[in-house]
């Protein structure tokens, strides 16, 4: 089961933070994938092919998790890009007082 763990860090820390959990991730990917990568690359024959098959499937569930992490990092990066490049709190529609004014 997955679940959505949300915390909060300074701005100045979110690039630290987004560094630190691509780490992780990729070495957890890394270490998942060299597990099967033992059995992907020995030998095909007819008495290992549902060692291999197994080993297959593992390697895309591994590579989709790690890319889902991605996407996840890549959205929060988009998010701070936003934040600190486009800091706008009253939003693009707020209008002028002189737009105001001349649509009474």
Do not use: H
Request: net charge negative.
């Amino acid at each position: 089961m997955k679940v959505n763990i949300s915390y909060s860090v300074d701005l100045e820390d979110v690039l630290e933070n987004l560094y630190l959990l691509f780490m992780r991730e990729e070495a957890c990917m890394r270490g998942k994938i060299k597990k099967t990568e033992k059995i992907l690359k020995s030998d095909y024959e007819d008495k290992n092919i549902g060692e291999i098959a197994a080993a297959i499937l593992e390697y895309r569930k591994v590579l989709s998790s790690f890319d889902v992490k991605l996407a996840e990092i890549s959205n929060i990066l988009n998010g701070y890009y936003a934040i600190k490049y486009n800091p706008d709190p009253g939003g693009a529609s707020s209008k002028t007082n002189e737009e105001e004014v001349k649509n009474e």
